[in-house]
């Protein structure tokens, strides 16, 4: 070959290479950043996008204008762990591997295995930089359930869930390193953790802006110590008298170990806290703005259950259910309906609202489908990125979404599917809701309708696998 043949042929070699290399880059920029932010215990009616009349949540109310409402989307579980296992792993509770709040002493919970292929992951091999900040509960430090160990390079806050109860905390986790907080040593309160969580976030954004990430933001506010900074109970107090008084463990061993402290503003703390978490929504959006990446940056807010009724919360004064049926623990409307906003500039249709039936395990197969990843697992979820997209004759529908739970020895499990509701207790008959007609769940018409009745329960014995781990039957006491 002569000299100017192997001249071209160099620089046709070098120019493909480019070529493909710019491709490369292009696909990078053109994958949208995620942010999804899980609020901890936040009812279908605490924001004011959602009917909450006694405060309002301005910022997260600005998502639901600029974006998408979902009237009709459920959490993955009635608690915590099983509901963050549902949306990492696409699998609902018949099938994700951990279905309750399991604890491993000192310090996490039962750990997700590290067969797991855990949506984080599926980004990570993407090209997404991945992180997490907040509760995690999935396993305990340097297990394989780690955060570090499914998919995040990057964790700050709480591994574990009890000790995620206590807003003034002992330590906090970076990464795998311990991080003592020096003032809240003994009784001390001088470092909310919410607000270094908060703050580690916002580094985070600021240190991959130039790349493709997946944000993953599980707060701990509004759950469960009543616990706002000064300057937010400022705010509240004496507006919601008479007010609800708590006395909690405010020494000895649960001391900042899990036991909730006491509280003598309890309806003004809870006002704060939402508030807080406001703010907080709004600072991640302004952060985008700042950056210059709203265009391809999409937001998901959401909670992972329904209220809870601990530490001196009081969401029957809040209507925080949204007049639902139920509270955290139950497989009623209130237990799992939860609220979802989506924000994506240019591509989400701007004050929208949807009510397309979807679940926490539709999560991990949209991203795919957005990111144009294929599955390496089978899910139980059907992406509902044509909803976002706003080509509902193109979106396909759940033939069911499935729940099972096993708390305080009453085994319960539920099925939705289109308008029907059915609640089944493991050693009781099945109840049937039409929630077209019913959606408070008030009148059980089973007898009535026993066509249905009898689909449902070939459903319910036959969406589920049996677990080790978690038995789908009464404890041994």
């Known amino acids: 070959m002569n000299g100017r043949y192997l001249i071209i042929l160099i620089a046709a070699i070098i120019s493909t290479a480019c070529s493909e290399n710019k491709k490369d880059i292009s696909n990078q920029i053109n994958k949208p950043n995620i942010i999804y932010i899980l609020a901890d215990d936040l009812g279908y009616g605490d924001l004011s996008c959602y009917g909450q009349t006694k405060f309002s949540t301005p910022h997260i109310d600005a998502l639901a204008k600029e974006g998408l409402l979902f009237t009709q989307h459920y959490a993955g579980s009635s608690v915590c762990a099983p509901s963050r296992s549902t949306l990492l792993t696409g699998l609902h509770t018949g099938h994700t591997p951990i279905r309750g709040n399991k604890e491993v002493r000192p310090e996490g919970q039962w750990p997700l295995p590290d067969s797991t292929h855990t949506l984080a992951e599926l980004l990570k091999d993407e090209g997404y930089v991945t992180g997490a900040f907040g509760k995690w509960g999935l396993g305990y430090p340097n297990s394989e359930g780690d955060p570090l160990n499914q998919g995040f390079d990057t ?107 006491s509280q003598e503003n309890g309806h003004a703390a809870f006002a704060a806290l939402i508030s807080l978490l406001d703010d907080q929504v709004g600072e991640l959006v302004a952060k985008i703005k700042e950056l210059g990446l709203e265009g391809n940056t999409i937001f998901i807010f959401t909670s992972d259950n329904g209220p809870h009724k601990e530490a001196g919360a009081d969401p029957k004064y809040f209507n925080s259910n949204g007049n639902l049926r139920g509270f ?150």
């Open 155 to 261: 964790f700050y806050g709480y591994n574990c869930q009890r000790l995620a109860h206590n807003y003034y905390p002992y330590h906090l986790w970076d990464n795998d390193k311990k991080v003592i907080l020096d003032g809240n040593s003994g009784t001390n309160k001088e470092q909310y953790a919410p607000e270094l969580i908060h703050n580690k976030a916002m580094q985070f954004i600021d240190k991959n802006k130039d790349r493709p990430f997946f944000l993953y933001y599980p707060s701990i506010i509004p759950h469960a110590e009543l616990f706002a900074p000064n300057d937010y109970m400022n705010r509240f107090l004496g507006k919601f008298n008479p007010e609800k008084k708590f006395k909690g463990v405010d020494e000895g061993e649960n001391y900042k170990n899990g036991g909730y402290g």
């Open 328 to 477: 955290k623990r139950d497989l009623y409307e209130g237990g799992i309906r939860v609220p979802m906003i989506v924000k994506w500039k240019g591509k989400v249709k701007e004050g929208t609202t949807t009510d397309h039936i979807s679940a926490f395990w539709d999560v991990f197969p949209s991203f795919a489908e957005l990111i144009g990843a294929n599955l390496k697992n089978n899910t139980d979820g059907v992406s509902f990125l044509p909803i976002l997209l706003g080509e509902p004759d193109k979106q396909k529908t759940q033939e069911y979404l499935y729940w099972e739970f096993n708390e305080n020895n009453a085994p319960v499990q539920a099925i939705r599917k289109g308008d029907w509701k059915a609640v089944k207790f493991l050693d009781k008959p099945l109840q049937l809701y039409n929630l077209s007609t019913d959606l408070k769940e008030e009148h059980d018409v089973s007898e009535e309708n026993s066509k249905i009745k009898n689909d449902m329960l070939h459903i319910l014995k036959n969406a589920r696998e049996d677990s080790p781990d978690f038995p789908f039957k009464y404890k041994q006491e």
